[in-house]
Each structure stands twice: as C-alpha cells, then as structure tokens.
C-alpha cells in the first residue's frame, strides 16, 4: 500500500508562483512512475504531468508545458510541481498518483492517489 499526501497548494495572484510536493509513503516509491492531474469544478480530472521512475522522461499537457516543471526526490519519497506564471485557469484542485511501471497519461492506469490540494489563482 502506498499514501500520496500533496502539500502546497493556496491562493496566488496571476503571474505567480507555486511548488506542489507529494511525499510518499513505502520502500518502493523509486519504483513508481508518477503523474500530477487537476481537476476543475464540475469537470473530468485532467493530466497535468508525468515522471518515469528514474526522473530521466517527463511529459507535459500542452496546456501546463513550459510552465510547470515535474520533479522527483527519490530519497526523500517525494515528487514536486513547480507552477510558475499562473493563470487562473490553472485553478483547480491538483491530485498526485503512482503508478507501478512507466509514465502514463491517463488516470485509470495510476493505482493509488492522494487526497488533493487547491490552488486558486486569482486575476
């Protein structure tokens, strides 16, 4: 069993900054291909981004790429997001997965998920 739990969410104005971690629970994380989706209110969870196990590939929703930036700490069982020149449509709330292989975009292929945290960027 693996617990995602996301941190780092918040309000900020457009233009700005912010970085989302997940710290994961288990031996295995470095095993684990992980992804950051969103989901916006009354609409389906979206990918956002991906990274192998090794951090070595990456892939980005065009809507995100440029922008944001996914990362991974393996000694310390965390993935980041770094979320740089908002804008309000990246409102939503932001979900971390694990999924046991390689990266993937699509949501049903991740085995576990955390809870979620908000971010709100306001115009």
């Known amino acids: 069993q693996v617990q995602l739990v996301e941190s780092g969410g918040g309000l900020v104005q457009a233009g700005g900054s912010l970085r989302l971690s997940c710290a994961t629970s288990?031996?295995?994380?470095?095993?684990?291909?992980m992804g950051w989706f969103r989901q916006h209110p009354g609409k389906e969870r979206e990918f956002v981004a991906t990274?192998?196990?090794?951090?070595?590939?990456?892939y980005y929703a065009d809507s995100v790429k440029g922008r944001f930036t996914i990362s991974r700490d393996n000694a310390k069982n965390t993935v980041y997001l770094q979320m740089n020149s908002l804008k309000p449509e990246d409102t939503a709330v932001y979900y971390c997965?694990?999924?046991?292989?390689?990266?993937?975009?699509?949501?049903?292929?991740?085995?576990?998920w955390g809870q979620g945290t908000q971010v709100t960027v306001s115009s």
């Open positions: 997965a694990a999924h046991i292989g390689g990266t993937t975009y699509n949501p049903g292929d991740y085995d576990y």
């Open positions: 288990g031996r295995t994380f470095s095993s684990y291909g």
């Open positions: 990274i192998s196990w090794s951090g070595g590939i990456t």
